[in-house]
């Protein structure tokens, strides 16, 4: 449910209309869904052999740590607090301030954003158990809305023939293979977020079990998902009339259904986002909490609340950040700089297979990548791919994220003399 959670937000109901305008083929679109599935898929088997070896509060940040040092976690934790997850828990809720304007249109949109930041903030304040609790609701909620949509377009809706030649609209070759590689980045971000589960492994029952599943059967329920909803979009709208279009999910079920469904739809996006804004808040506290406990960062920010439970200071922290974010406005920007750097960190964490088990072969592996070595390095070269288009797509910004990566520096550094330790004592959650 965290998985599911957490990728599923609004990018599905946003993105295949702008992909259809590079690539107008349906088979090209489906397959674009399926790559980036598989893509995904790839990522998840490896970070499942990390999360079983090292059940940790902090996921990522800990496989980093482990295979590279202590900078190269706190590096990734950096970028992650003061850009990657706040833009993310900002930009959800402004997401979900939109949609529902929707139905309260005389609300301000950057107050409705920063007040479920500070609702959901303090639903997680209060307890993991009512975190956890929103977070199941809110995914059967998801899944049940985008299953039923999938039903009632298969079985009832007013569906049009869908023309599967590869290339129905003659576009040159060149353009039209440039423009499935532009579609792919957007799938990829479509699916961002399946690593978060990896964070909260130190509360996960059994977690050298479960941890792999989770991984695995959520990256298969999201990517079943993401194919039969971009199927039923296919079936309401021919490709001229979807090219370009980013409301797509509203546009094809006012084909399919009528125009009275358009609340409906914008529900479901509410809901999604809702629950995808939980994960989030939920999830990523676990890697601030992680670095406090390797005292490189607050040591507040590594203290359970004595009766709740929970990381309570982490929580404020990352509340008023990201409301303050989601208040200025400022996160749009701030992610641009960060799409190099996010994408540099996970091929890190994929190629952390490769270092640990040649530097300790020895460590338990209850769980082991199928496929291995060609199945990471599938992914690493996959995202290699992503990374080298970005950096020319995007030379500034990338080389200003790189800018605020190594401003992390100094800032470690700060934090390990403060703390008066070497910066390699580990305290497991």
Same mark, same amino acid.
């Given at each position: ?33 399926? *790559? ?30 482990? +295979? ?92 049009? %023939? ?54 695995? #059967? ?50 479901? *996006? ?5 629950? $995808? ?12 909490? #992680? ?40 996160? %749009? ?18 190629? $952390? ?28 070269? +996959? ?13 500034? %910004? ?29 305290? %497991?959650?």
């Amino acid at each position: 449910m965290m998985m599911v959670g957490i990728v599923i937000g609004s990018g599905i109901f946003l993105t295949t209309g702008i992909m259809a305008r590079s690539i107008p083929s349906p088979t090209l679109i489906l397959l674009a869904w399926l *790559v980036g599935g598989a893509i995904t898929l790839t990522g998840a088997v490896t970070f499942a052999e990390l999360g079983a070896a090292m059940p940790q509060a902090g996921g990522q940040y800990v496989y980093l740590r482990e +295979a590279y040092g202590p900078l190269a976690g706190f590096l990734f934790g950096w970028i992650l607090f003061l850009i990657s997850m706040g833009g993310s828990i900002a930009a959800l809720a402004v997401g979900f301030a939109e949609y529902l304007g929707y139905f309260l249109p005389s609300l301000s949109g950057k107050v409705v954003a920063v007040g479920v930041i500070v609702l959901l903030s303090a639903f997680n304040y209060i307890g993991v158990g009512l975190g956890k609790s929103i977070q199941n609701i809110f995914t059967v909620a998801k899944i049940g809305a985008m299953a039923a949509f999938i039903i009632l377009g298969l079985t009832v809706g007013r569906v049009i %023939e869908i023309d599967w030649t590869l290339n129905p609209q003659g576009v040159a070759s060149a353009s039209l293979w440039v423009g499935f590689g532009v579609a792919i980045i957007a799938v990829q971000w479509a699916f961002d977020g399946w690593h978060n589960v990896t964070y909260i492994a130190g509360e996960i029952k059994d977690p050298r079990r479960n941890l792999p599943v989770a991984l695995i #059967a959520g990256t298969l329920i999201i990517t079943a998902l993401y194919l039969l909803i971009n199927y039923v979009y296919l079936l309401a709208l021919p490709m001229n009339e979807m090219a370009g279009v980013v409301r797509i999910a509203e546009r094809s079920s006012t084909a399919l259904f009528g125009g009275a469904t358009a609340g409906l739809i914008s529900a479901a *996006v509410l809901i999604s986002i809702f629950g $995808a804004l939980n994960g989030a808040i939920f999830a990523a506290l676990r890697v601030y909490y #992680a670095m406090a406990r390797d005292r490189v960062f607050f040591q507040k920010v590594g203290q359970v609340h004595p009766r709740f439970g929970t990381p309570a200071f982490a929580i404020l922290l990352q509340c008023l950040w990201a409301g303050a974010l989601a208040l200025t406005g400022t996160y %749009e920007q701030l992610f641009t700089y960060v799409v190099f750097v996010t994408l540099t960190f996970w091929i890190a964490a994929v190629a $952390a297979v490769f270092v640990l088990r040649r530097r300790r072969p020895d460590m338990p592996r209850p769980y082991r990548t199928p496929g291995y070595p060609v199945v990471p390095a599938v992914f690493i070269a +996959a995202t290699a791919a992503i990374l080298i288009n970005t950096l020319f797509a995007r030379p500034v %910004e990338s080389l200003a994220g790189l800018g605020l990566t190594l401003l992390g520096i100094p800032v470690y550094y700060y934090w390990r003399n403060r703390s008066g330790v070497g910066g390699n004592e580990h305290a %497991e959650a």
